[in-house]
């Protein structure tokens, strides 16, 4: 059964930085793509950054520069680099598998999530 297991959150400051873990199991994980979601208060869930089976990555316009999604095939983890915190990072974020390599094939388990909380 899959399971997805999210760590690494907490709070911060604005300008500091955080380092978001997924750990990963159950499926064959150097097989699919992985991403990253949030959801922020009051808002729908969406996606922050995703990567190809191979380690294409994609990140949203939102946070690019400031995040980077990467992952180790050999240990089965998916990390968030979220660097330059704001405030409006502040929600929950999920860990996501995806439906094959692709990063265009959609993603179809999520992880239970964890809290950045950025303020001063």
């Known amino acids: 059964q899959v399971q997805l297991v999210e760590s690494g959150g907490g709070a911060a400051q604005p300008g500091g930085s955080l380092r978001l873990s997924c750990a990963a199991s159950?499926?064959?994980?150097?097989?699919?793509?992985m991403a990253w979601y949030r959801q922020l208060p009051g808002k729908e869930r969406d996606l922050v950054a995703r990567i190809s089976a191979q380690g294409t990555t994609l990140v949203d316009d939102s946070v690019n520069a400031r995040f980077a999604i990467s992952r180790d095939n050999a240990n089965n983890y998916l990390y968030l680099q979220m660097n330059h915190l704001k405030n409006e990072d502040t929600g929950l974020y999920y860990c996501?598998?995806?439906?094959?390599?692709?990063?265009?094939?959609?993603?179809?388990?999520w992880g239970q999530g964890v809290q950045v909380t950025v303020s001063s």
């Open positions: 159950g499926f064959a994980f150097n097989m699919y793509a």
């Open positions: 996501a598998k995806g439906r094959s390599p692709s990063i265009s094939s959609g993603f179809d388990t």
